[in-house]
């Protein structure tokens, strides 16, 4: 008998080391991309509202997890070129991680308020958990991670807390809360080995910092002196904790209301540096060497890059690479970056040596560049 | 027209993010494996002399190098279950390592000394360079691994050289020689941020190390006093520096000729700490997260397997998988770890939280186990 149908995937062999998918937000779909041959495979439609989505990859890299703002929650198949499941689990979500195994999914909610839990397999919901506080209240989540030994790790907008769950039993989460962490945090990250929690705080001074292998010491706080007496710029854009970056001894993290990007030790977790640059920064990212951070900028500087050079601590060069750029993400081993242009309807690929220019790719409004290596990264 | 063929990647879809390889040394055949569904996928076999066989992955994943003892290079795709190409480029080979960009495959030779290049795409030999040293002699290559930049490091044995090639131009190879860097280096490591590359030295104290940051500042020794003062014990099997471990501020590296793990800070580049172990390290490996080393050991002590936790730098756990311990590989996010037991025939997989053994799977005379999210590092 013969299997043949249409789909690729029958038609070609296909690996997923190399894959991607950028979000393309004013259409609702996406492009699934190859970083080795830097073309565009196919594009998926009918994803529902994909401003400020996100991705997360199945530990066989097989398949894409996206989370849609309007609560859409799509498994795309990244070997048949479509869409495996789609469900709108809430109102409004903000993001979402993978488990550590591979096999649940969880969303960080806005409306309600609250992470949901769902099966990778077969997107059936494995456990919903309301983040309340006070008078029955329920909290935007943000800065939702995974977390060594299954957990996952997130914040709570309106409460100011951080909350701890372990899904080593999915079914019966166990939820450690940590309350009075600082008044709206915004966003977080999760240092790459998986150790420190730090969740930005948008109406205090300084970040929430929570040590996992301490978690009995509780969250304290750090920077807490940063920019107290700095005026403060009006921020058209929050900047991206997730898009952290730590090169050797240092963390880099945006400053919020500031043109600088400020650099931490993060053995005493004291500031060391201020960088200034163009503008407020989005995303500050590392290369996966971390000799490099590349750094984007809110409006009106949106057009700009800067990169940062981690042995001097200094700006080494600026790009102007087209009209709102968006989002970076490095090939895995670093040799090049693709660069999201909303406005000019264009990817585009640089080596981040020679800082030249390699390849254009057309995209409608393209905006977060996601690659299959994730799957195998913590805190993503 | 209808291409189906018996080839198993026609029958189902596979992606290729959660596969590896088992080297089954004895019989010259290597396993497929899957660390998703722990099952054996298929059996490669004729590929020569496997003692001592290691494995690179191409960039997307799909295909498998590996190189043999008897300087056989084999080309495996992990989706149609068999050989690609294979070919015998030298009398004794060590090694290899693929080039950041994952174009070009190098493989370091013991006979005739050197190290060549070839594309992994054909096979085809690109570069030949000669471990030339003192008056015409031809030294054994080890240590070699792929660098930021699309270079290569490798360290001479006999000469007590460390070269550093630059392949941009894979046709005019720039190579930078670094002199009387120690005697016998026999195996390095490049730390996880591709900074440093650390070769061990056998007929002296300490180790040789240079900063690829800073390669004008030529190669330092670092330790050179650990051990000077200590009896040397009888080595039967050299460590593997490869299979270092950086977790924190710390390296955790094999002693040689001592019942030790040391541990470096590796800002300082000082002895820490000693932690007594059960026999001589051969492997000394991080979980993904940095907060467990692994360690397996030399004969007679090859039946036991010790757990280090970084937190206090102590030996929590030890157990006994079974007859000859050979080799570890982590998950990608460290959930679980296999282990070959090569007089056992077979393969051990355990919890790394819980220690509790998850399956064994027959394997014929188990060596090296590599995992295709591999691909995406630097070093290996």
Redesign the interface.
């Known amino acids: 008998m ?3 149908t249409s789909y690729s ?3 070609e ?1 296909r ?4 894959l991607g998918v950028v979000i393309e937000r004013a259409k609702g779909s996406v492009l699934i991309i ?3 041959q830097r073309t565009k495979l196919s594009q998926i439609q009918a994803l529902g509202d994909l401003s400020h989505a996100s991705v997360v ?6 398949y894409a997890f996206i989370f849609g703002r309007d609560g859409g929650l799509s498994k795309i ?4 070129d479509k869409i495996d499941k789609r469900i709108i689990q809430a109102g409004n979500s903000i993001g979402g991680a993978i488990s ?3 096999r649940l999914i969880a969303v960080s909610n806005y409306t309600p308020g609250g992470i949901k839990i769902f099966s990778t397999e077969t997107l059936e919901l494995v456990a919903d958990i309301p983040a309340e506080y006070g008078d029955h209240k329920l909290s935007k989540v943000v800065g939702l991670v995974d977390a ?3 957990h996952f790790v997130f914040s709570l907008f309106d409460a100011g807390e951080i909350w701890l769950v372990d899904v080593n039993n999915p079914k019966k989460p166990i939820i450690t809360k940590f309350k009075g962490v600082g008044k709206q945090p915004y966003d977080a990250l999760l240092t790459p ?3 420190y929690y730090i969740a930005g705080l948008f109406a205090e001074q300084g970040l929430a910092l929570l040590d996992l ?1 301490n978690p009995e010491i509780g969250v304290k706080r750090i920077l807490s002196d940063y920019g107290k007496k700095d005026e403060k710029l009006p921020v058209y854009k929050m900047p991206h904790l997730e898009g952290w970056a730590v ?3 240092f963390m880099l993290i945006p400053a919020i209301g500031q043109h600088q990007v400020l650099v931490v030790d993060k ?1 005493l977790w004291t500031l060391v540096k201020r960088i200034p640059v163009a503008g407020q920064p989005v995303f500050v990212m590392a290369r ?4 490099q951070i590349w750094v984007n900028f809110a409006f009106p500087d949106n057009q700009q890059l800067q990169i940062i050079d981690t ?1 001097d601590l200094k700006v080494i060069k600026s790009l102007l690479p087209g009209k709102a750029v968006l989002h970076m993400e490095f090939t ?4 090049e970056v693709w660069v999201s242009i909303r406005d000019d309807n264009q990817l585009v690929i640089y080596n981040t ?1 020679s800082f030249k220019e390699i390849k254009r790719l057309a995209a409608e409004k393209p905006s977060g560049i996601f690659f ?2 994730r ?4 805190g993503l």
Chains 1, 2 share one sequence.
């Open positions: 013969c299997l043949i995937a029958y038609a062999y690996a997923t080391g190399d190859n970083t080795s990859f199945s530990r066989d890299q097989r198949d990244l070997l048949q550590q195994d591979g060594p030994n299954q080995d998986g150790r292998w090169a050797g001894d053995r996966p060497d971390g000799r042995k895995p081993r670093g040799e040596e299959s290596s799957a195998h990264k913590m």
